[in-house]
């Protein structure tokens, strides 16, 4: 892990040299598929992207020659923009599609379009959809490497690797500390993507919401189940909420948005029970008022929101570098 940024340029491309490594999957499409030496040599990987990002001119040629695409079958700003300004640093030719997807017949259009892309010969298949198991089922029909972006509510694995890097760079390790995950953890791809990577790296993770919005089976997930804020956050190091997933709930799962910001919302009273060195963490997007206070989100002090989009761009260069790494091999 680097400590001190390297801003020699040849003495930081030397380094990220040393530290590119072949991915032992063709594909990233979860985080039960990574095993503890890649998760740390993802984020050794991730760290020295992020000095590179820094500088002035961020531009390897790590995947010259190389065609990306991201096939954002959900909307989406951030992680997009995040895994194409992550494929265009690296050097590779990168192409966003946005199909729109029909309800009727989502499992033939996404089979479709894998078919068609595939014959236009990518090598990185970046790819989002509202259906669990989309990525996965893409994968078995294309050439190239897949890495899920989102897969509804089930895995979004780049994003537990970008948040890992942000603990691991606010604490120095992850191990050890107590992670409070708060919210809509039911409908959340985040959180079971964060519990599993959390726990592979040995953090004590507590999930905390309305009993309405943890998953009953959320007692074989290896995690503490909190239903009271202020008992879930007690002495935690960190607090990561989650966005009230409206789009997928199917009925009334929180009586109102200002009831829910009562009882879950984080705000610094609340806080004020965790850890004095607690940092709080938002995938993003927020939706300010409801599940997080903006005099918390916008604290500098605590917040290390921002640091979390810095730190997707680096975590999927990592990614991006180490699935091309394996396709040379
Ligand atoms: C998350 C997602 O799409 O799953 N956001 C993101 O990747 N920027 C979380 C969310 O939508 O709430």
Request: overall charge negative.
């Amino acid at each position: 892990m680097t400590t001190r940024a390297l801003t020699d340029p040849q003495a930081l491309r030397d380094l990220i040299e040393s530290r590119l490594f072949a991915f032992p999957k063709r594909h990233f499409l979860a985080s039960q598929d990574l095993d503890p030496p890649d998760i740390l040599a993802l984020l050794d990987l991730a760290d020295a992207f992020v000095d590179l990002n820094r500088q002035t001119t961020k531009k390897l040629d790590i995947l010259k020659g190389r065609t990306q695409v991201n096939l954002f079958f959900e909307n989406s700003t951030r992680t997009m923009s995040s895994f194409e300004l992550a494929g265009k640093r690296l050097g590779a030719d990168t192409v966003n599609m946005n199909p729109r997807t029909s309800s009727v017949a989502k499992g033939e259009t996404l089979i479709d379009t894998a078919v068609t892309l595939n014959a236009m010969k990518p090598d990185l298949l970046v790819v989002r959809h509202s259906a669990s198991g989309a990525a996965e089922l893409l994968a078995q029909k294309v050439g190239c490497s897949v890495v899920n972006a989102g897969d509804g509510q089930h895995q979004h694995p780049t994003q537990a690797l970008l948040d890992m890097l942000s603990i691991r760079r606010a604490f120095g390790h992850v191990d050890s500390l107590t992670v409070a995950i708060c919210g809509d953890v039911g409908h959340s791809r985040v959180a079971r993507s964060n519990v599993i990577l959390l726990n592979a790296m040995g953090a004590n993770v507590r999930l905390v919401g309305p009993p309405t919005l943890i998953p009953s089976d959320a007692d074989q997930w290896g995690v503490e189940v909190y239903h009271d804020m202020r008992e879930g956050i007690a002495g935690v190091d960190v607090v990561m909420m989650l966005r009230l997933q409206l789009e997928r709930m199917d009925g009334a799962f929180i009586p109102s948005a200002r009831e829910y910001f009562r009882f879950y919302g984080l705000d610094r009273e609340k806080l004020s029970v965790a850890s004095p060195n607690v940092r709080v963490m938002h995938p993003g997007p927020m939706n300010r008022g409801v599940e997080i206070d903006s005099e918390i989100a916008d604290d500098l002090s605590v917040s290390l929101i921002q640091d979390q989009v810095e730190m997707g761009v680096a975590a999927r260069m990592a990614v991006l570098a180490s699935l091309a790494a394996r396709l040379e091999a």
